[in-house]
């Protein structure tokens, strides 16, 4: 199960961190991603961290504005938001991709994705 947590209303130029508990496996085995689907539209990439937290991809919309992390003592995944802007508003989720044989990879693809949180709301005014 994944649950994210931190969304809200926020104003452009803020920050916001969502963070995305899992429970009910094995944490360390899970490839961890972000997506966000803006009303109207597709749901899209945001950033993928790997097993072992060392590699990390983001989508080009969000590069050098998110950031990525993950503990997994806490089975845990971070998305650090900043400078954020009134597009950047969307339903985030997390999902995660198990993957039991390499450490440093991530997923990029959506459908490879075996489990999702519910979403959280963010939402950013001028």
């Known amino acids: 199960q994944l649950v994210e947590s931190g969304g809200g209303l926020v104003q452009a130029g803020g920050s916001l961190r969502l963070s995305c508990a899992a429970s009910g496996g094995t944490f360390n085995n899970l490839i961890m991603g972000w997506f966000r689907q803006a009303p109207g539209k597709e749901r899209e990439f945001v950033g993928s961290i790997s097993r072992n937290g060392r590699t990390k991809y983001y989508g080009d919309s969000v590069k050098g504005q998110f950031t990525i992390s993950r503990e997994n003592a806490k089975s845990t995944v971070h998305l650090q938001m900043d400078s954020l802007k009134p597009e950047d508003t969307a339903t985030y989720y997390c999902?995660?991709?198990?993957?039991?044989?390499?450490?440093?990879?991530?997923?990029?693809?959506?459908?490879?994705?075996?489990?999702w949180g519910q979403g959280t709301l963010v939402t950013v005014f001028q």
């Open positions: 999902a995660a991709d198990v993957q039991a044989y390499f450490p440093d990879i991530v997923q990029l693809n959506e459908n490879e994705y075996e489990y």
